[in-house]
């Protein structure tokens, strides 16, 4: 688990409606929830967005460490749903980031087989 930066700065923005606090918790809350090991989150941005009267959207931008950056954002009926989705996304982003990574570096098949050559000793007493 994630031990350093634990809690990253996060940034919550709303559009087109007023800021509730209940709202800005939730948002702060789930996205100090992600703690995944790889990559290390520096700072987080959350922008809600109201358009029209049924299209709540959340857009979530994590800042990384060795320059990540990772985005997601989702449209439903609520806002509340809409950050849970994004958060969803934001976290298979990171998982799918990480499992890249641990690929990569994986040892080719032709250096796992090691032969060792035969050698025969002869005991003779």
């Known amino acids: 688990m994630q031990t350093r930066n634990a809690n990253p700065h996060v940034t919550v923005t709303v559009r087109h409606e007023e800021a ?13 929830r992600i703690h995944l ?8 941005r959350a922008i809600l967005d109201v358009e029209g009267d049924r299209r709540h959207k959340a857009e979530i931008i994590l800042f990384c460490a060795k320059h990540i950056i990772i985005d997601a954002s989702s449209e439903t009926e609520d806002m509340y749903k809409s950050i849970d989705f994004t958060v969803g996304k934001i976290a298979r982003r990171m998982r799918k980031h990480k499992t890249r990574l641990l690929k990569s570096h994986r040892p080719k098949r032709e250096e796992i087989i090691r032969y060792l050559d035969a050698k025969t000793t002869n005991t003779t007493a």
């Not at 090991?37 to 987080?44: F, G, K, Q, S, V």
């Open 37 to 44: 090991d790889y990559p290390r989150i520096i700072e987080a």
């Open 20 to 32: 509730t606090d209940s709202l800005r918790e939730y948002a702060t809350e789930k996205i100090e």
